[in-house]
């Protein structure tokens, strides 16, 4: 099994900055994928973005695109979301998921994610 939880959720202006952080413990060696999701009241989970093993291919959501970046140390089994010019819009719960696929493969498919987090509430106040 593996363990996944986020912090450094909170409040913040428009314009501002948050990173979140995403620590997993247990059976690691055995997730390649990490993925960064969010749902916002009354709507659907929604894809934020995925990093592979490596570091070295990540993907967006278009609409976070040159705000939000993905990073990961995997010496401390942590992945980071750093948010940048932050929107309301943005407001949401921040999950972070483990997958045991690539990043390619599991892309922005909740489905293909068999580990999550409790969840971080981020706002970003007008």
């Known amino acids: 099994q593996v363990q996944v939880a986020e912090s450094g959720g909170g409040l913040v202006q428009a314009g501002g900055s948050l990173r979140l952080s995403c620590a997993t413990s247990?059976?690691?060696?055995?997730?390649?994928?990490m993925g960064w999701f969010r749902q916002a009241p009354g709507k659907e989970r929604e894809f934020v973005g995925v990093?592979?093993?490596?570091?070295?291919?990540?993907s967006y959501t278009g609409s976070v695109k040159g705000r939000f970046t993905i990073s990961r140390d995997n010496a401390k089994n942590t992945v980071y979301l750093q948010m940048n010019s932050l929107k309301p819009e943005d407001t949401a719960v921040y999950y972070c998921?483990?997958?045991?696929?690539?990043?390619?493969?599991?892309?922005?498919?909740?489905?293909?994610?068999?580990?999550w987090g409790q969840g971080t509430q981020v706002t970003v106040s007008s």
């Open positions: 990093v592979s093993r490596s570091g070295g291919v990540r």
């Open positions: 247990g059976r690691t060696f055995s997730i390649d994928a």
């Open positions: 998921a483990a997958s045991s696929l690539s990043a390619t493969v599991a892309g922005g498919n909740p489905r293909q994610y068999a580990f």
